[in-house]
């Protein structure tokens, strides 16, 4: 029986370490949180700058790991609708009935000319194909314990050469971001304002992110409706449908 | 078609209280100084005038199977320029019913169908055209003009259709003959959209029918860093003994490169190329230069980020060296709110396609200044 103690005891100091998680294994467990088979959501985008506010709200859906179509529903730019797909981006600007194909650099834009890229609307994140990731400790983020992370890119092909992520030890929501340059200069911050919980997921609900560089100017990206267990009709991801 | 024109104006806007309790309308207002320089044989010309235009747009919502559009503009030339019409002039630039059955979709109204790719020169528009000069560099789309048509597309996949137009006589005292025929097939093979068409209309000279036109074209989109699009098309002619010479004039090839470079980390750089060649056209410089072999269209655009915008564009005729040279800045202040100036200037000499001495209807040197609030 005293050698079965022992034998458990040793196991447990042993496995000990493999019980803590990696840095890539957080990083594996934020993306698997942000990603969905199907989704639909509403929201907005609002940038405040000295001048006021300028709001864009869009409708987007997403399927799997290519497949997006996004339509804004704001005066300035209604029935303008953006659908990417696996290499693909087909722009549809309905006054002009001008249907537009690119490929290449297109695909990593930003939407509207804020920090949410059509990549982001995607269905699958996959940060450790572009970055790399160090675990640099634990903080408290408005009393939630959040691990802290160092990501490097491994590439140029991405926006930011350098991210710190402050990822939720329980939800493995990122409520904290900032993102520099190789140099380590600043950029840009995100924080999580608002959260929502979506079929057992906390997932943001108001984000804003400041530019480093820009004072009294921010932008809000708000999700008023987001739904992961929707049917997608797979009819929506087609030229027919953007271009109704 | 003015008189037809008219009277669908008129009913159009006898039926806007209508349509206000319908849709939701979109007011897109723009109010522009423009100053402009005529360099002429005399005395040199300057002009400064008010140019005011507004558009309402009444979009029906985008829910079930049918929907529409109409979009009326206004805009008002001021008397200084003498063009000997009406300085109020009142337009339909779009007015359609779109309708989605299982498995087709008809359109008809008056619209526009996007035939190829190009924002300035495109040999595949072969309903609206895309070949000329007469453009306004200072508009964000290049291409817009509509016609009366019927269109139906039925989809073979989710990337891939076949679309039939039909697009009547614009007179009154219309002959059938004078109907256009138009039809494409628009697919993907691997990573390139390849389309393939063409269009059918009557020939004539005044009311004489002189023969049938048939003109083919194809044009193809890919990537290889830029992204790439081409397009062919020619006017095949019947009685058999004009082929060679319809061939000749008609030949049309256009092609561009279109490449994004994000700068720092909102700003984007985007730079576009366009060429259209007229493989039997004038390659040397001369009096007639309404079909050089050659015409090029370079594009830089600067994004810095969601408020600004930067650009220059430009139309070169390399034949005579000459061109028309527009650069602009756009500041979008406020909601829908935003500045907009630009200077344009002709460079070339007299009788080139571009000349700085000015022509009828086309100064030396013009500079717009001005504000446009969508709402």
Redesign the interface.
């Known amino acids: 029986m005293s050698k079965l103690i022992t034998l458990l005891l040793l196991s447990c100091v042993i496995l000990m370490p493999l019980g803590a998680m990696s840095a890539e294994d957080i990083v594996r467990a934020m993306d698997e949180v942000e990603t969905f088979e199907h989704s639909y959501s509403e929201g907005e985008i609002v940038t405040t700058d000295r001048f006021g506010q300028k709001r864009s709200t869009f409708k987007a859906w997403s399927q799997g790991q290519y497949d997006s179509l996004i339509e804004f529903t704001s005066v300035a730019e209604r029935g303008q609708k953006v659908l990417r797909t696996s290499g693909e981006l087909y722009l549809f600007y309905p006054d002009a009935e001008e249907l537009i194909r690119l490929q290449g650099a297109a695909l990593r834009q930003s939407m509207l000319g804020s920090d949410i890229s059509y990549e982001d609307m995607t269905g699958e994140r996959n940060t450790l194909a572009n970055y790399t990731a160090k675990l640099l400790g634990t903080e408290q983020i408005d009393g939630r314990e959040c691990h802290v992370l160092e990501l490097t890119a491994k590439t140029r092909t991405v926006a930011y050469p350098m991210q710190k992520l402050w990822v939720d030890t329980e939800t493995f929501m990122v409520w904290k971001g900032e993102f520099s340059t190789q140099s380590g200069r600043l950029l840009k911050e995100m924080m999580v304002q608002e959260t929502m919980e979506v079929e057992g997921r906390t997932l943001p609900k108001v984000s804003t992110i400041s530019d480093a560089m820009k004072r009294n100017s921010s932008t809000e990206m708000r999700i008023h409706h987001l739904d992961i267990s929707v049917a997608v009709d797979p009819a929506i991801f087609t030229l027919q449908n953007l271009t109704w | 078609m003015k008189r037809f024109g008219l009277f669908f104006t008129l009913a159009i806007m006898a039926s806007i209280g209508v349509l206000f309790a319908a849709a ?1 309308p ?1 007011v897109d207002l723009q109010l522009y100084h423009v100053f402009s320089f005529a360099d002429t044989d005399s005395d040199p010309e300057f002009i400064h005038l008010m140019s005011p235009r507004a558009s309402v ?1 009444f ?1 029906s919502p ?1 829910e079930g199977n049918v ?1 529409g ?1 109409l ?1 009326l503009s206004f805009s008002y030339q001021d008397s200084q320029l003498d063009i000997g019409e009406d300085p109020v002039s009142v337009a339909v630039d ?1 007015a359609y019913l ?1 309708v ?1 059955f299982p498995n087709f ?1 008809l359109t008809a109204g008056k ?4 035939w190829g ?1 190009g924002v300035l020169f495109n040999a595949a528009d072969l309903l609206f055209g895309s070949s000329d000069t007469a453009v306004d560099l200072t508009n964000q ?1 290049l ?2 003009s509509t016609k009366w048509l019927t269109s139906v ?1 039925v ?1 073979f996949g ?4 076949v679309e039939a137009v039909v697009i009547p006589p614009e007179e009154l005292d219309f002959h059938p003959r004078d109907t256009v025929l138009g039809g494409r097939i ?1 697919t993907t093979v691997g ?1 390139l ?1 390849v389309e393939f068409g063409g269009a059918y209309r009557a020939d004539s000279v005044g009311s004489v029918d002189t023969g049938k036109v048939v003109s083919p074209y194809v044009s193809l ?3 290889f ?3 790439w699009y081409a397009a062919s098309s020619v006017n095949v002619a019947y009685p058999a003994s004009e082929i060679a010479e319809e061939l000749e004039e008609s030949w049309l090839v256009s092609g561009g490169l ?5 700068v ?3 700003g ?1 750089l985007t730079l576009r190329l366009e060429a259209l060649v007229r493989p039997f056209g004038a390659w040397s410089a001369q009096a007639s230069n309404d079909a050089y072999g050659i015409l090029l269209y370079p594009e830089v655009a600067y ?1 810095p ?3 600004w915008n930067f650009s220059l564009r430009s139309i070169v005729s390399p034949i005579d060296l000459s061109a028309s040279i527009t650069t602009g800045a756009t500041w ?5 709110l935003s500045f907009h100036g630009y200077a344009t200037a002709f460079m070339g000499e007299q009788g080139d396609l571009f000349s700085w001495k000015a022509n009828p209807g086309s100064p030396s040197l013009g500079v717009m200044v001005g504000a446009a609030w ?2």
């Open positions: 939701t979109v747009s979009k985008n929907r559009d979009a779009r779109r989605r979709r619209t526009r169908v996007g790719d789309e291409r817009t597309t989809p989710p990337f891939s259709f628009y990573s959209k989109q890919g990537n860093g830029p992204d279109f490449h994004m470079i994000s720092g980390w909102q984007t994004v980020n969601e408020s979008n202040v406020m909601q829908g969508v709402f």
